[in-house]
């Protein structure tokens, strides 16, 4: 017998035939929307660095989040900008704050979408560090009670994941021993549990007004350079109790998601991050990109990669856009 010409073309002859040996589907119930908060009512700001994301008041909030909702998006991530801010971030665990109010708001309008909450002190302190300042060097330990109110205030607020973001060390102990403590066993965690001293936050720390005052956050985020880190970091937060992992940024860190995915059985989450977005945004404005086909090609290699959720700022254009294709 001689050998046969192989034809893979065979299956990419039609749109049929490329939809049946289809590996990987990207659909809007993959998605999370990330939500900014502010004090206030009906106010709606865009924000200069991130075209088409804006600052919400609690009650536009909720609007938005019946939107995504409608679009088939299951959950929605919450972000607050507080009315005040102090050395500890005491407005983190305020119940009166914006995100608590948000989330009260949007779970009356909308009980079955889940919400979930950013845990970190960034955006509450005066010096814009995401933990308690010893001089000039962020305190771990004293930090972990100060994310466990902060956890629990959204807990009360009717939260159903907490995702704490700050990447100290034990904070997903410390936040799943206080909720289990008050009671809140059936509130998630969702871990940032590899999240890397990235450039790519840029147009985040504007729309969050989070960026540190002194010095950087190398000392606690992750080295770019470190793969084996990241896998002992995801263990730990494994060990201590989170229920999702989660790798920050997304697109340049594709093979860092591979490697959880294939290390561990939780579901794996990744931060399509203000950077990556706002690059999208600028070479589409420019003409450069089609924005739709680089969006979702960009989405796609983020669930082919392993994720099984993906937090996105591009979710409500993705989801309509795969309504389209549908």
């Not at 679009?71 to 119940?95: C, H, M, N, R, T």
């Amino acid at each position: 017998m001689t050998t046969p010409f192989i034809r893979p073309r065979r299956l990419r002859v039609s749109v049929g035939i490329r939809k049946l040996v289809r590996e990987t589907e990207l659909q809007a119930g993959d998605f999370v929307y990330p939500l900014f908060v502010v004090p206030g009512d009906n106010l709606e700001e865009e924000i200069g660095s991130m075209p088409g994301v804006y600052h919400y008041s609690s009650d536009k909030a909720v609007v938005v989040a019946r939107e995504a909702y409608e679009l088939g998006i299951p959950a929605v991530l919450v972000f607050g900008l507080p009315a005040y801010k102090d050395e500890q971030g005491s407005s983190a665990w305020d119940d009166a704050s914006p995100v608590q109010e948000a989330v009260r708001r949007i779970k009356a309008a909308l009980p079955e979408l889940t919400v979930i909450t950013d845990v970190c002190l960034c955006q509450y302190t005066s010096h814009g560090h995401c933990g308690h300042l010893a001089g000039q060097t962020v305190d771990n330990d004293s930090t972990l009670e100060l994310l466990a109110k902060t956890a629990l205030s959204h807990a009360r607020a009717g939260a159903d994941m907490v995702a704490p973001s700050d990447m100290m060390d034990g904070r997903v102990l410390a936040i799943r021993e206080a909720l289990d403590q008050q009671g809140y066993t059936d509130v998630s965690i969702m871990s940032y549990a590899v999240k890397y001293a990235s450039a790519f936050y840029g147009p985040f720390r504007d729309a969050a007004d989070s960026a540190p005052q002194t010095g950087d956050r190398k000392s606690y985020q992750m080295d770019p350079a470190n793969a084996r880190e990241a896998l002992r970091e995801a263990a730990l937060d494994v060990e201590e109790g989170a229920d999702i992992l989660m790798v920050k940024p997304a697109l340049v860190y594709l093979d860092i998601v591979r490697q959880v995915k294939d290390n561990f059985d939780l579901p794996v989450a990744v931060y399509n991050v203000s950077g990556e977005y706002a690059m999208v945004k600028a070479a589409a404005a420019n003409g450069w990109v089609d924005e739709r086909r680089i969006v979702l090609e960009t989405l796609l290699s983020m669930k082919r990669s392993g994720a099984d959720i993906i937090i996105t700022y591009h979710a409500l254009d993705a989801a309509r856009w795969l309504r389209e294709e549908a």
